[in-house]
């Protein structure tokens, strides 16, 4: 490919780019921490280095210049990446699951979450929820889970704010 494909022809498929430097880091790990879409290509850098896959991960290109030859390439490497607010995401509650399927859609509320763990760390949680309590157990499990590439696993301040 000469340029990034802007689907992939084999499964029409999103085109990502591939991040390397990742160590044993999975895709669903990188997602909720860095918030952005990427095939993970491992510590080792091939000669000639793939630099963007299809999403599904069934095909890996190469940029090569006009005439075939291999273009130059500077790849990506995951310590250069920044990562995206959490805000990006919006997390929902089983219970809001539940009044989405019975359309008690009236039930269902917004709030940003300003969470603090044991550590210091500050991050912003967006969550939709029945009520405070939903949205403050919801935001107390996804934190315990760790799944924010935070250091702490306790919420030891929060505040809540309704959108
Ligand atoms: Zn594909």
């Known amino acids: 490919m000469e340029r990034k494909p802007r689907k992939c022809p084999v499964c029409g498929g999103e085109i990502v780019d591939i991040i390397y430097g990742t160590g044993d880091m999975t895709e ?49 490497m995951l310590k250069n990446i920044r990562k995206r607010p959490l805000t990006i995401i919006e997390f929902t509650t089983a219970n809001v699951e539940e009044a989405v399927i019975a359309r008690r859609f009236d039930d269902i509320h917004h709030y940003r979450i300003y969470i603090t763990t044991e550590y210091g760390e500050r991050e912003t949680l967006r969550v939709s929820a029945l009520d405070e309590r939903d949205a403050r157990d919801e935001a107390v499990v996804l934190v315990l889970e760790g799944r924010f590439g935070l250091r702490g696993t306790r919420c030891v301040e929060m505040t809540l704010k309704k959108e």
């Open 28 to 76: 669903p790990e990188f997602l909720l921490e860095y918030r952005r879409e990427g095939i993970l290509g491992g510590d080792n850098i091939p000669r000639r280095p793939p630099i963007w896959a299809c999403a599904c991960g069934c095909k890996r290109f190469r940029k090569v210049n006009p005439d075939g030859t291999d273009a130059p390439v500077k790849v990506k």
